[in-house]
């Protein structure tokens, strides 16, 4: 059945939104698919509902093609379970938590790997049970700071979340193999949405896990720096690009001798460059972090209790130190490289790396602002990891400027060898390894003489491998062959279902001057059906054409308003629909009807076709959409 527009609720605005940022955020409001209702709290009107659950029927259809059982899980759940898998202190004030008339706290679930994992251990108690996937389309809720770009960012959302549970790693019934089913099911279901996108390696996040990739849309308003290889071959976010093979230089001769300068007030990058007339790239930047084995939010609970007393001099020990991270001045020190660097070469058992708190440092005497690496000589406490672009000699007239480990004052002509290497043993050497943020520019890690390119994407959806994670945390166990309980193996894997109609306006053919153009696939309506006055011939007209499309599986939305045809042509172009299909009586009296392809692929007026063989013509084109 045709949808009459005076039926429905369209409310079309010719004015931006004035809290609207980015393109998705403005057209939606201004094509009367959301309304604001408070910050980052929106409703979803009839347009919006249809697209939101068109995309909802595709991710459904892919998660039921891999054997998916579906599910639906509170929103509430009890704070206690957030709290035995640390993930309280890790979601930190992004957790919303509510307490009910008893004064029991509950948490609005941002997701629910706490809650399925307490689900799958009531009933998943053998290994012949497993593997089980199982997923649900649910919303969710993040306490955001500050709420922005509709509803990229907003404070409830709707959510796509499956996880599997299995016995092994590899193999048939494996997590391997649930997650490359995942992986290929992903790729299916942006294709469906008619979204370009690419899939990048990832890090995991406060989720946990020891391999993820996310899937972005790309669009110049992204919030994801993306890199990717000029060859294709390789992608990644900026957390977890790495750079091609380089070498490292610790054993340079000296070219200057060692100067200290007076530098007051400059404990930044900007302000040492500025004073002394050299370049970000002149210098060393010279980070504090510490380093252990516990989780990061029990190593910042510590440093704070730690803050309120004075200890006993602290000995290094390999469960908890401190690492001097040091990278070229403009550069960025990456944290998920520093702690696989630590972890790597000093103590696989490092759970975590955080930057030194103000107190400690004044303990430790840590000049911070002024540190350089020359302060791990007299620092038997610290390990020092050097970035492969910092660890080279510097044949610049200044060499390397550095911190003086002295407030106020920095050195000129520092010298690895010098400076460092020679005053080391063997044990506490400079570590080089990749410890930055790539950038456009740097070698592509394939070493095939790609370069890494940045971009910026949308994140769709984001899978990862788990492990034990929070089936250990919750006790979820099964019986193997050998009747021994051991922990289930697990997968988690999202799809941000609104991000999909967001991501579909923001990219680079979703939106024009005039609108949204919609995919197809999650347009509200694939046809709009205009008449130049609906009234007579003319109406019977569009009226038999709309029931003879919605007889072929063909949604259509009939233009029934008393409004010129000027203003239902600009509604039309702004609420996206993919055909524009425009009734008149001039048109009727050729046996003719006007055909219009939002995306403008027919032209900017478009072409007129035979009333007779328009179902066919009008099913041919929208199969090229």
Not at 41 to 64: F, Q, T
Not at 84 to 98: I, S
Not at 427 to 437: G, L
Not at 566 to 572: I, L, M, P, Q, S
Request: hydrophobic residues 35%; glycine residues 8%.
């Amino acid at each position: 059945m045709p949808t009459m527009w005076s039926n429905t609720l369209i409310p079309t605005s010719r004015q931006d939104p004035s809290d609207a940022e980015v393109p998705s955020h403005k057209l939606m409001i201004r094509a009367g698919i959301l309304r604001r209702l408070g910050s980052g709290s929106y409703d979803y009107l009839p347009l919006g509902v249809r697209s939101l659950h068109k995309a909802m029927n595709i991710v459904r259809h892919e998660m039921d093609a891999i054997g998916a059982a579906e599910v639906f899980l509170p929103s509430l759940q009890p704070i206690e379970l957030w709290e035995k898998t640390g993930r309280r202190e890790a979601y930190g004030d992004n957790l919303f938590v509510v307490k009910d008339r008893h004064g029991r706290e509950q948490a609005l679930g941002p997701t629910h790997e706490e809650v399925i994992t307490e689900l799958a251990s009531a009933y998943l108690t053998s290994y012949k049970d497993l593997p089980k996937t199982l997923y649900q389309i649910q919303t969710k809720f993040r306490d955001e700071f500050r709420p922005r770009f509709g509803i990229l960012r907003s404070r409830e959302f709707q959510m796509k979340d499956s996880y599997s549970f299995h016995i092994t790693m590899d193999g048939e019934g494996g997590l391997n193999e649930a997650y490359d089913k995942h992986y290929q099911a992903y790729c299916r279901i942006f294709e469906s949405c008619g979204l370009p996108y690419m899939p990048v390696e990832a890090e995991a996040g406060p989720i946990g896990g020891n391999a993820s990739h996310e899937f972005m849309a790309p669009s110049p308003t992204g919030e994801d720096i993306i890199l990717k290889s000029d060859k294709g071959n390789y992608a990644a976010n900026v957390e977890k690009a790495e750079i091609g093979t380089r070498e490292a230089n610790f054993t340079a001769e000296p070219t200057a001798t060692l100067e200290t300068i007076n530098t007051p007030n400059c404990p930044g990058i900007a302000e040492v460059v500025s004073l002394l007339g050299i370049t970000d790239a002149d210098m060393l930047k010279t980070l504090v972090f510490e380093a252990s084995v516990k989780s990061e939010e029990d190593l910042e609970a510590e440093q704070q209790y730690e803050a309120q007393y004075t200890p006993a001099p602290r000995e290094f020990v390999p469960d908890r130190f401190f690492v001097i991270a040091v990278v070229r001045g403009d550069h960025e020190v990456n944290e998920a490289k520093l702690l696989q660097a630590v972890k790597q070469q000093i103590n696989p058992k490092i759970e975590a790396v955080a930057l030194i708190e103000e107190h400690e440092a004044q303990r430790q005497e840590f000049a911070i602002g002024y540190v350089g690496p020359q302060r791990a000589v007299n620092a038997p406490l610290t390990r020092l990891i050097v970035d492969y672009d910092a660890a080279q000699p510097n044949t610049n007239p200044s060499g390397w400027v550095t911190g003086a480990n002295q407030k106020d004052h920095h050195v000129k002509h520092f010298d690895w060898q010098r400076d460092v290497v020679s005053q080391l043993n063997k044990e506490r050497a400079p570590i080089a390894a990749d410890i930055r943020n790539a950038r456009t520019g740097d070698p592509s890690p394939k070493n095939d003489g790609g370069v890494l390119e940045e971009t910026r994407g949308i994140e769709l959806g984001h899978i990862f491998k788990l492990g034990t994670k929070y089936s250990q945390a919750l006790g979820a166990t099964v019986l193997d062959d050998k009747n021994k309980h051991i922990p289930m193996l697990m997968g988690c894997y999202g799809v941000g279902v609104n991000r999909i109609l967001a991501a579909a306006i923001e990219c680079n053919q979703g939106h024009d001057e005039n609108g949204i153009i919609w995919p197809a696939a999650i347009a509200p309506y694939k046809i709009v059906i205009t008449p130049i006055k609906y009234a007579g011939e003319a109406a019977e007209a569009a009226n038999k054409l709309a029931n003879d499309l919605e007889a072929q599986g063909i949604d259509v939305l009939i233009d029934d308003r008393k409004e010129r045809p000027g203003v239902k042509f600009k509604d039309a172009d702004l609420i996206g629909i993919p055909v524009r299909i425009v009734v008149g009586d001039k048109g009727l009296a050729n046996g003719e009807i006007e055909i219009k392809l939002r995306n403008g692929t027919n032209g900017p007026k478009g072409e007129n076709i035979k009333l007779d063989t328009a179902i066919e013509t009008i099913a041919k084109k929208l199969k090229s959409l």
